[in-house]
C-alpha cells in the first residue's frame, strides 16, 4: 500500500501541491478543491490514515498547534508517521519541536523550501533537508513534487541565517547587473524568475513580501543570537518595512524593486 499525504497550511508554497488538506482559510479551501485537492474540516481530519504529514505555515507556534494541538493532526497519527515540515521558523523552534516529537516515536524532518510557489510548482523549489538519512529517503518522493533535487544536510536542522535571504537580490533598476550577475557561478533560478519579475514589475504574488519580511526578522534574530553582524540583512529588512507600510505586504517579494525605484524617485 503506498503512503497517504496529508497537507497542513494551504498558502502560496502549500498550494503548489495538490494532496488532501487543511487550511483555517475558507477561501483557500475553496480552491485547494478546485485544484483538484481534497479539503478536510481540520489538521486532525487531514491527517486521518496519513502516513506522511506535511506542514508549510508562517510561525513554529502555528506548526506546533496544529501538529499537537486540540484536534491536532497527531491525534489520530497512524503508528510510523512521518512530519516534513516545509515552514520557515526559528532553528531552535524547530529543533525543540523535532525533540518533541521524536520522544513521542514520531520523525520529523526539517525541509524549509526556497524559492516561490511557482517555482514549487514546476519542481524548481530548492529544499535543504535536515534529519536521518533513512527518514529523508522515506520523505523523497514527497519533497519530490516541489523540488527537482532535496538535498540532506545531516541530522541536525537545515536552517542557517543566511538560507532565507539567498532566495532574493536586489540587483538595481536595469538589466545589465541583473544579467552579469545571473550569467555567475552563484546564478539561481529563483534569481531569474524574480529578476525578470523586477525589470517587468510584475509582482503577482508567488511568494509574499510581508512574509519575506517574517524570515529576515528571523534570520536576524539568530544572527544576533549568533553575535554575527547582519548588516547588509538589516538594510533589506527596512526596504522590507518600507515595502510593508506602503501597501505592498501582500505582493510578491521581487516588489521591493518598486520600493528602491520609489526612493530614487523622491523629491529631495
Not at 491536532?72 to 532553528?91: F, K, M, Q, R, Y
Not at 520523505?139 to 541565517?161: E, N, V
Request: charged share 20%; net charge positive; aromatic share 2%.
Amino acid at each position: 500500500m503506498g503512503d497517504t499525504v496529508a497537507l497542513i497550511g494551504l498558502g502560496l508554497l502549500g498550494s503548489a501541491l495538490n494532496r488532501r488538506g487543511f487550511d483555517v482559510a475558507p477561501d483557500r479551501l475553496r480552491q485547494h478543491t478546485e485544484r483538484g485537492g481534497f479539503a478536510a474540516r481540520s489538521p486532525a481530519d487531514a491527517a486521518r490514515g496519513a502516513t506522511v504529514v506535511m506542514t508549510c505555515l508562517m510561525t513554529a507556534d502555528i506548526v506546533r498547534d496544529v501538529l499537537l494541538g486540540p484536534d491536532g493532526a497527531l491525534e489520530v497519527a497512524t503508528p510510523g508517521v512521518v512530519v516534513i515540515d516545509c515552514s520557515t521558523i526559528h532553528p531552535d523552534a524547530s529543533a525543540a519541536l523535532a525533540a518533541e516529537l521524536g520522544r513521542r516515536g514520531i520523525a520529523m524532518l526539517d525541509a524549509p523550501v526556497g524559492g516561490s510557489s511557482g517555482q514549487a510548482r514546476r519542481r524548481e523549489a530548492p529544499v535543504v533537508v535536515g534529519g536521518d538519512r533513512a527518514v529523508f529517503e522515506r520523505g523523497r518522493p514527497f519533497l519530490g513534487a516541489i523540488a527537482q533535487r532535496a538535498r540532506i544536510t545531516s541530522a541536525r536542522a537545515a536552517r542557517a541565517p543566511g538560507r532565507s535571504s539567498s532566495s532574493t537580490w536586489c540587483l538595481g533598476s536595469t538589466a545589465w547587473p541583473w544579467r552579469k550577475a545571473s550569467s555567475s557561478a552563484c546564478a539561481r533560478a529563483s534569481m531569474d524568475v524574480k529578476g525578470e519579475r523586477m525589470l517587468d514589475g510584475d509582482y503577482e504574488p508567488e511568494g509574499k513580501l510581508a512574509q519575506h519580511l517574517k524570515d529576515v526578522e528571523l534570520m536576524l534574530e539568530v544572527g544576533h543570537a549568533a553575535g554575527a553582524p547582519l548588516l547588509a540583512t538589516a538594510l533589506h529588512r527596512q526596504l522590507l518595512l518600507a515595502g510593508v507600510a506602503g501597501g505592498r505586504g501582500e505582493r510578491d517579494n521581487s516588489s521591493i524593486m518598486a520600493v528602491l525605484r520609489a526612493l530614487i524617485a523622491a523629491p529631495r
